[in-house]
């Protein structure tokens, strides 16, 4: 068996995109978690910008017991927005990390122009809306995200900033630290319209939060935006510290989530990345995130 293969035994994908979804998709949740056992991955958490994943991944574990399928609850129109009783049901039946607005947020309308993904397709046009941000008139987050915010943290569950703007992240993760919300994950800050500094990365990790990167920048013919100098560049900077790697995968163009992983992986094993850096990224750092036991070294 490839090293690559090896190292995905124990993985953790804090970024699937499955179906049923508005989006087209290329796996199911029961198909994803079908591939994730083959690949001996631990847990997977099923990413839906229109719904809460938490019942899908209940039959889901049902089904396919060898891998543990995970529901989150992201913050978009479709369910409410900032609706803080969406996240305590949300919580009450499963989920395990709570996002912030995706593709409804103000900054994602403002970088695209659009509330949806240039080059996605959807099934039926939207309603109008305006993008959702977490300031107020007056620059202050806005009190339903405070409420939220003291939801996760008495849940103890994770924080993902989603497809926020930079300002309302560093913000946020101020906010939530201060109201102790002990996990915290900055989303895709790798990928073009979440992309931070690597100070703006150091700055987020002194205050508590994981940085996700995501190996849809390498592998995707319609995101791809990241070279792979730049994206080993970035591991190696923090040695996998506070990092973690998932897929962001699930769209029809592109490999199942668990094989565009190893696909990376692969490629960073070349470029010289320590196994024991993977490792970090893939299974101790979003174990930690969702609650999960510390995993056993796969590699030793």
């Known amino acids: 068996m490839s090293k ?10 804090l970024h699937c995109h499955t179906a049923p979804a508005i989006f087209n998709r290329l796996l199911d949740d029961v198909e994803l978690a079908r591939v994730a056992v083959d690949y001996g991955m631990r847990a997977n958490v099923l990413k839906d910008h229109d719904m809460i994943t938490c019942g899908r991944a209940y039959y ?16 978009n129109r479709s369910i409410g927005g900032f609706n803080p009783y969406v996240v305590d049901t ?29 080059g996605l397709t959807r099934a039926g046009k939207q309603l109008a809306g305006d993008g959702l941000t977490i300031f ?32 309302e992240i560093f913000a946020l993760v ?14 895709h800050a790798n990928w073009a319209l979440a992309k931070l500094s690597l100070e703006d990365q150091k700055q987020l990790m002194a205050k508590g939060a994981y940085i996700e990167y995501v190996v849809l920048t390498l592998l995707s013919p ?37 094989e565009g992983i190893r696909m990376a992986v692969a490629a960073f094993l070349q470029e010289g990345v320590p196994e024991g850096v993977l490792e970090k990224m893939m299974k101790r750092n979003p174990a930690k995130l969702l609650n999960l036991d510390e995993p056993r070294s796969m590699s030793s």
């Open 60 to 75: 889901a574990n049902r089904m396919i017991p060898g891998v543990k399928s995970i529901g989150c609850v992201i913050l």
């Open 136 to 167: 107020d008139e007056n620059a202050k987050i806005k009190p339903e995200v405070l409420k939220i915010l003291d939801l996760i943290a008495e849940a103890d569950i994770c924080l993902g900033t989603g497809h926020l703007h930079r300002d």
């Open 222 to 258: 319609v995101f791809h935006e990241q070279k792979l100098s730049e994206f080993v560049e970035w591991i190696m900077e923090f040695k996998g510290e506070r990092l973690t790697l998932g897929s962001d995968l699930g769209q029809v163009y592109g490999p199942p989530p668990p």
């Open 90 to 118: 949300g919580i009450k039946y499963g989920a395990k990390m709570v996002f912030m607005p995706t593709n409804h947020s103000k900054w994602h309308q403002d970088y695209y122009g659009i509330a949806d993904y240039p």
């Open 174 to 187: 101020d906010e939530a630290v201060q109201r102790g919300v002990t996990k915290v994950s900055v989303t």
């Open 4 to 13: 690559s293969r090896d190292l995905m035994r124990g993985a953790v994908d």
